[in-house]
């Protein structure tokens, strides 16, 4: 066994043993593991039924970390991203009004796109000609999205009709426990406790069980039945003019957020030099968009690589095998459907709170010395919770920046990019 993991992984050749490997994998598995209780309960708002969700969660989530694993050799753990089946439930179906499952088949056609453009020089086009700024503000915006909705499933903002927003009723036990949960992340992770989220939901869901809000139903049973949700996505509806904006959306923010989280774990982990050249990044990329594409046939909105794998970097993982490992715990997570069906929205809306202001840590490198180049991110973060959209909230923020631009007569900084994605704006606003 030894030397079959040698053979396909090249442990000592990363200066890496197969204990640390183990060891890093179930890391990285417990700092991410709370998406499998998670990503359910957002996408079952969509009518999807929460058990087959939370199995096809864990399968895409297995099967995507197998990939990274034995395509690209990197310690990368990859799940359902958050965010994204925020906007594919909230906005998407709940807002626009389409079935989510022709939401699927949009998520299908931005993960073939994705991929394409994994393959070929687009990546790099797209990438470098879109202004760093609002690359950064996508994902500060996707954030607060996240957040505004972990704060409202906890009761901690609530609606008003004088006010459109106001605190909520702390009197109340479930909006209490939400925010408890959210201070025991917090210090958890301040102390720099492996799985600090998926322990601050579990010591909530305790607490609300203590208290007669929920009952313990049993641990482990055989996984719910995924039939449901399984190839059922719509990909012939989703191929119409008022999803193209949808499918750009779930495209850009995918593609973004998976080069930073890419780039800045490898880098952590040594596997790419300082400008981020490595014949193992086009790999890891097209193991995360292929991902993307077979994550739908399990009822799941786009698979993307998860930041948390850090944790497994930092415990000594550096190759694939950490990944195979994660993979193989989604399988076992399979089993624990008594445990998620008994989670409480409450008890997860600390996790999306403290994910979300994470999320907005890269807000640190705005350029916020040029107006021009600040304005438009800070319309893109502020307009997707706002709009409760992250499309219409990125696309305010493209007409910004080139509006801006124009009227500064700087029309020869307007990237490609740039026009590109604002000519696909525009027409959303006018014809849909």
Sequence with gaps: MKKTLE?????????????????????????????????????????????????????????????MGFIANWPIGLAPGMGLNAFFTYTVVGEMGYSWEIALGAVFIA????????????????????????????????????????????GIIISNEATILSLGDFKKVETLLAAVGFLVISIFSVRKIPGAIIIGILITTLLAMSLGLVQFNGLLSYPPDISPVFLKLDIFGALNIGMLTV?????????????????????????????AESKGLDNALKADSSASIFGTFFGCSPVTSYVESSAGVEAGGRTGLTAIVVGALFIFAMFLSPLAAII???????????????????????????????LPALVIIVMIPLSFSIADGIALGFLTYVSLKLATGQIRNISSGAWFLTLIFISKFIFL
Aim: aromatic share 10%; glycine share 10%; proline share 2%.
């Design 7 to 67: 053979q396909i992984f090249k442990i000592r050749e990363h200066n890496t043993t197969i204990k640390k490997e183990l060891l890093a994998g179930f890391t990285t598995f417990i700092t991410m593991a709370y998406i499998i209780f998670v990503n359910p309960q957002i996408m079952s708002s969509t009518g999807m039924d929460q058990g087959a969700i939370f199995v096809g969660t864990c399968l895409a989530a297995a099967v995507a970390c197998f990939v």
């Design 111 to 154: 993960g073939i796109l994705f991929f394409i453009m994994s393959i070929t020089r687009l990546r790099g086009w797209m990438i470098t000609s879109i202004p760093l700024n609002l690359r950064i503000a996508m994902g500060a915006g996707v954030g607060l999205f996240i957040g505004l909705i972990g704060l409202k499933n906890g």
């Design 247 to 275: 499918i750009m959306s779930f495209l850009f923010v995918n593609l973004f957020d998976t080069t930073g989280t890419l780039v800045g774990v490898a880098t952590r982990a040594n596997l790419i030099d300082v400008n």
């Design 344 to 374: 409480p929205a409450y008890a997860t809306s600390g996790a999306l709170i403290y994910v979300a202001i994470l999320m907005l840590g890269g807000m640190e490198k705005l350029n916020w010395s040029s107006t021009v180049e600040l």
